[in-house]
Structure formats: structure tokens, C-alpha cells
């Protein structure tokens, strides 16, 4: 029985990029760009992009921050993202989801050019996961991956269970973990006997938003569990894991916070790195 620390993990991830960006300073006198795009005034949005460019700034990344009023039009933000694909000083693009209701997700996000689509949303960037040749992985389960790699959770072989089949964590951890050779099952709101499934579990992902969702009945003893969820109750955050009881039972455990979420935004950030070094390479 142990928790996973995300945190310490995220911060050693991030020392290395700071020490590689230097490096690479040094060698080609420019650093790595990351602009950020926000639509409208969501608070919870608003505090992602300050920790993401506050990030960047601690990294030694240069930050983009666009910050548009909730009216603006698509295509404006189209306007804005081909602005941003022609500048060779942003090497990634990351749109904050969700985009107001006016706007076409989808376009937008097609619209980023694929070499800079950091968050690896990308249809041409979905395509290659699928396929087994990911240029960038999506943050949320490349981070995940990292995670069991750092604490060596045997993967191969093993019974995973997926909750929740979003285009940015459900589906996207389901193709990585079959590439490391799991048996992955993928549970959603219309699964029957989600119980007698979860307990099969040898590593259970959640990631569905419900606040303490999983009890201990659902868990198999000495199971990996991984917490995706952020769920605000009162003036506390939760994860999709009833923590407390289930920790008892299982060999690993993320907590929320300090799991999963630190470690979003430390792969944004080799995803970012690495998009600079394809670009720094094409230009040698
Ligand atoms: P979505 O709302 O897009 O998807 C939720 C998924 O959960 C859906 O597939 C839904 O099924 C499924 N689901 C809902 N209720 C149940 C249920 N009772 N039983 C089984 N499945 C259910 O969420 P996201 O994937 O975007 O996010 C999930 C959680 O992870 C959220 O709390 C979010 O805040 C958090 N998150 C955390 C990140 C981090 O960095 N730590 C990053 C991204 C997200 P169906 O498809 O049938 O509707």
C-alpha cells in the first residue's frame, strides 16, 4: 500500500527539461515557445493558463498567453491560430477546452498545425497514437504511463480497466496501455456490472468526474489505481476515488491532488520541448 507522488515525479521531469532547454540554448541561442489560447472568462480555465505560463516561465520556455473575450468569433480564433502556426518562436499550441458553444471545437483544434499540436488533439496526431507512432501523446495519459513506469507497474500482460472514453483521457489511455501489451477493458455511463468488471482490475484508471465514485467494494486487492478525476466538493478537490478506504486495499494509489494533475502539465511541457527540437533540427 503506497501513494503515488506525482508531484515529486512532475518535478523531476521538469528539472531535466529546464537543464535540456539550457543545453540547447547554448547550442542554437533560441529556446522553446508555447502560446496558450483562451476563450471567455471560466475561472477554473483562467487558473490552468496562470499555472501553465507560470510554468513555462520557471522552465526557461517562452510564453504566448492570447486571453480573448467569450464573444469572439470562430473566425477570429482561426484568424489567431494561423497567426500562431506561422510564428517559428511558438513551437506548440494549446487551446483551453471548452471553447464557448458559438465556436466549433473540432475546427479549431484541426486547425492547429499538427507539428505544433502539443496536446496531441490533432486528427493527423490521433491517427498516428492509434497506429502506434505518436509524435505528441495527449498530456493526461502520457503522464499516466510515466507515472506507472516511474513506480515500475508491470503493464505487459496485465488486466487494465479504463473509466471513461473522453477524446482527451478514456480513449487515448486505452491505446497506450494495449501498446504496452495490457488486456484493457473501457467502461462508460451505459456499462452494466461496472462492479464485477472494476474488481478485475490489476490497474484501474478513473476518469469519469464523480466525486468518490470508486469504494473499496470495487477494487481488487493489491490493484494499481490511478485517479484521474478533479471533482470541487465544498471547498475541497476529490478525486473520482473514495481515497481514504481504498488506499487500504491496493498496492498504489494517486491521490487528489498531487497525482495525475501535476503530471498534465509536465508532459505539455516535453510535448513542448520536443516540438522544438523537430523544428531545430529541420533548420540545421
Ligand atoms: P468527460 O466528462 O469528457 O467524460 C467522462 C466519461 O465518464 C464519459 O465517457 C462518461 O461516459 C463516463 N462516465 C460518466 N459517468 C459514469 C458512470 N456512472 N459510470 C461509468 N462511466 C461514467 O470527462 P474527462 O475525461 O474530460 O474528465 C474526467 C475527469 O478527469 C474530470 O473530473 C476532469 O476534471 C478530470 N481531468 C483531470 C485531468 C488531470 O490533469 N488530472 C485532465 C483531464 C481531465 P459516457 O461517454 O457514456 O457519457
Given amino acids: 500500500m503506497g501513494i503515488i507522488d506525482g508531484k515529486m515525479v512532475a518535478s523531476q521531469i521538469k528539472g531535466?527539461?529546464?537543464?535540456?532547454?539550457?543545453?540547447?540554448?547554448?547550442?542554437?541561442?533560441?529556446?522553446p515557445g508555447l502560446a496558450v489560447v483562451?476563450?471567455?472568462?471560466?475561472?477554473?480555465?483562467a487558473v490552468y493558463i496562470?499555472?501553465?505560463?507560470?510554468?513555462?516561465?520557471?522552465?526557461?520556455?517562452?510564453?504566448?498567453?492570447?486571453?480573448?473575450?467569450?464573444?469572439?468569433?470562430?473566425?477570429?480564433?482561426?484568424?489567431?491560430?494561423d497567426t500562431l502556426n506561422n510564428n517559428d518562436r511558438v513551437n506548440g499550441i494549446l487551446v483551453q477546452l471548452p471553447l464557448p458553444s458559438h465556436i466549433s471545437s473540432n475546427k479549431i483544434l484541426e486547425a492547429i498545425d499538427p507539428k505544433k499540436d502539443v496536446?496531441?488533439?490533432?486528427?493527423?496526431?490521433?491517427?498516428?497514437?492509434?497506429?502506434?507512432?505518436?509524435?505528441?501523446?495527449?498530456?493526461?495519459p502520457a503522464g499516466i504511463i510515466q507515472l506507472l513506469d516511474h513506480y515500475e507497474v508491470n503493464i505487459d500482460g496485465k488486466n487494465a480497466v479504463v473509466l471513461g472514453r473522453s477524446n482527451i483521457v478514456g480513449k487515448p489511455?486505452?491505446?497506450?496501455?494495449?501498446?504496452?501489451?495490457?488486456?484493457?477493458?473501457?467502461c462508460h455511463s451505459h456499462t452494466k456490472n461496472l462492479s464485477t468488471i472494476t474488481q478485475s482490475a490489476d490497474i484501474l484508471i478513473a476518469a469519469i468526474g464523480k466525486p468518490n465514485f470508486v469504494t473499496k467494494d470495487m477494487v481488487k486487492n493489491g490493484a494499481v489505481v490511478i485517479d484521474v478525476g478533479i471533482n470541487r466538493v465544498g471547498d475541497k478537490l476529490v478525486g473520482d476515488v473514495d481515497f481514504q478506504p481504498v488506499l487500504n486495499k491496493v498496492?498504489?494509489?494517486?491521490?487528489?491532488?498531487?497525482?495525475?494533475?501535476?503530471?498534465?502539465?509536465?508532459m505539455?511541457?516535453?510535448?513542448?520541448?520536443?516540438?522544438?527540437?523537430?523544428?531545430?533540427s529541420l533548420k540545421i
Fill in 268 to 280: 505539455l511541457m516535453l510535448n513542448t520541448l520536443q516540438a522544438f527540437k523537430n523544428f531545430i
Fill in 16 to 31: 531535466n527539461i529546464a537543464d535540456e532547454i539550457k543545453i540547447l540554448e547554448q547550442k542554437t541561442g533560441k529556446i
Fill in 50 to 81: 496562470r499555472n501553465k505560463n507560470k510554468t513555462c516561465k520557471k522552465l526557461g520556455f517562452q510564453s504566448f498567453e492570447n486571453i480573448l473575450p467569450e464573444n469572439t468569433s470562430e473566425l477570429t480564433l482561426l484568424n489567431l491560430i
Fill in 119 to 140: 496536446d496531441g488533439f490533432h486528427l493527423e496526431n490521433v491517427g498516428r497514437l492509434v497506429t502506434g507512432n505518436a509524435t505528441f501523446k495527449p498530456c493526461t
Fill in 251 to 266: 498496492n498504489l494509489i494517486t491521490p487528489v491532488p498531487g497525482g495525475v494533475g501535476p503530471m498534465t502539465i509536465a
Fill in 38 to 45: 483562451l476563450v471567455g472568462d471560466d475561472p477554473a480555465s
Fill in 173 to 186: 489511455i486505452f491505446f497506450l496501455l494495449m501498446e504496452r501489451n495490457a488486456t484493457v477493458t473501457i
